[in-house]
């Protein structure tokens, strides 16, 4: 749930039966269907209300305020770790592709710092480390080098991103968490060779 939310049973007052609208909701994450909300005087523009999370969704078009919540949650990270991917898939709804990319730039820092890198090194160097070490998985060598290129970019000020780029570190960052957290926090010590 969007952090800083308070839920509790929400009553919709007036709420009416709209058209039905797929869309993956900016609040909870979850890929419904809905057929629930508000229409104002232009048809274009409307409110719908999730039924997973009951939050609404504000619709102008073919835009969608707050956008669908991307990527996943991942098990076992380390605390910062954990925020810091909470607050870029927040940031990612309201369309802050720039603070996504500085908060994955500083977890890929984390991250590498929390399996034994160094501290103190470039951005850059510690892709190339997570890489060295065999966490990057084989096939994302294009992936890789959009986001050494992306990195190099923004070496030494800040620009402003598209969503492009945002969806690059995102889908890297998503990858490498699961792979170096979530499985290896599933595959405790001793599971191979108790189960042969
Ligand atoms: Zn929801």
């Given at each position: 749930?969007?952090?800083?939310?308070?839920?509790?049973?929400?009553?919709?007052?007036?709420?009416?039966?709209?058209?039905?609208?797929?869309?993956?909701?900016?609040?909870?994450?979850k890929d419904i269907s809905s057929s629930h909300g508000y229409t104002g005087s232009a048809d274009y523009a409307k409110i719908y209300i999730c039924h997973r999370c009951n939050q609404p969704t504000f619709f102008y078009g073919s835009k969608q305020v707050p956008g669908g919540l991307p990527a996943r949650s991942v098990?076992?990270?380390?605390t910062e770790v954990e925020a810091l991917w909470t607050?870029?898939?927040?940031?990612?709804?309201?369309?802050?592709?720039?603070?996504?990319?500085?908060?994955?730039?500083?977890?890929?820092?984390?991250?590498?710092?929390?399996?034994?890198?160094?501290?103190?090194?470039g951005f850059v160097d510690y892709v190339d480390w997570l890489d060295s070490k065999g966490y990057v998985p084989p096939g994302s060598s294009t992936l890789l080098a959009e986001i050494k290129d992306f990195g190099n970019k923004a070496n030494h000020k800040i620009i402003p991103r598209q969503p492009e780029e945002a969806d690059r570190f995102l889908t890297f960052l998503e990858m490498l968490l699961v792979f170096m957290f979530q499985y290896s926090g599933e595959v405790a010590p001793g599971d191979h060779a108790q189960n042969g």
């Open positions: 749930m969007r952090p800083g939310i308070f839920i509790e049973p929400l009553n919709w007052i007036n709420a009416d039966k709209l058209p039905s609208r797929d869309y993956i909701c900016g609040h909870c994450g098990d076992h990270l380390p607050e870029s898939r927040y940031a990612y709804t309201v369309q802050a592709w720039t603070l996504v990319i500085m908060a994955c730039r500083k977890m890929l820092m984390n991250i590498s710092v929390a399996k034994g890198a160094s501290e103190g090194r």
